[in-house]
């Protein structure tokens, strides 16, 4: 209810209608903002998540104060593409396909294909294929798990035991 009060989730049905485009396998958590008053600037390609609380901002009112104008930018976000916890995409930003920002990041500037980027001013700092081929050759019988089950608390202590003995575990 509170969260209803507080518009949160999102409705995506308004922004579509204001001019939001999405593509297939959209996936967001609790507290995305995406900019409702200037949507229309704002493209989501295919298989993207917004981690929680991200915020991708497609104006900047600093200047109606001073002159009456607001500023307005595109934002793009390619296919493929992960954004993690409380970042901000600032207007005018194109994030190409196949990226991973890290959390807390604030993207000023466009993120190219195939980059994993963090901080603030986010940076790249490797490629997704290496990201990806690191993290990989970490997995192995021991620390990869295909069947735990989040509603079971056994399930969950055992994941919890796996990760205090290995550092850290993947899960489906
Ligand atoms: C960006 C990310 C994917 C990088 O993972 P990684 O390749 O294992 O990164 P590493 O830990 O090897 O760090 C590499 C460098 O980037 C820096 N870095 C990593 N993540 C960062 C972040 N979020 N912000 C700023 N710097 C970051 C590290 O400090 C390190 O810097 P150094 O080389 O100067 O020491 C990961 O850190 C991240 O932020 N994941 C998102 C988590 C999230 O949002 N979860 C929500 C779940 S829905």
Redesign the pocket.
């Known amino acids: 209810m509170l969260e209803y009060l507080r518009g949160e989730p999102q409705h995506l049905g308004k922004l579509y209608k204001r001019g939001l485009k999405i593509g297939k396998s959209f996936n967001r ?1 609790g507290g995305v903002i995406i900019d409702p008053s200037h949507c229309n600037h704002i493209t989501i390609g295919d298989n993207v ?1 917004l ?2 609380r991200v915020h991708i901002l497609a104006h900047d009112a600093s200047t109606y104060i001073f002159f009456g104008k607001t500023r307005a930018a595109n934002v793009t976000i390619g296919n493929d593409v ?1 954004i ?4 901000i995409i600032l207007p005018g930003v194109k994030i190409g396909n196949r990226v ?6 604030v993207v000023t500037k466009d993120i190219p294909d195939n980059s ?5 001013p986010a940076k790249v ?2 490629s997704v294929d290496d ?1 990806i081929a ?2 990989k050759s970490k997995m192995n019988e021991f620390n990869t798990f295909v069947a735990l089950d989040p509603a079971k608390i056994e399930d969950r202590n055992k994941a919890n035991a796996a990760a205090a003995k290995y550092g850290e575990i993947f899960v489906s």
């Open positions: 958590l998540t981690a929680p992960f993690g916890a409380s970042s991973v920002v890290g959390a807390g990041s994993v980027a963090a901080g603030n700092i490797c990201y690191r993290e």
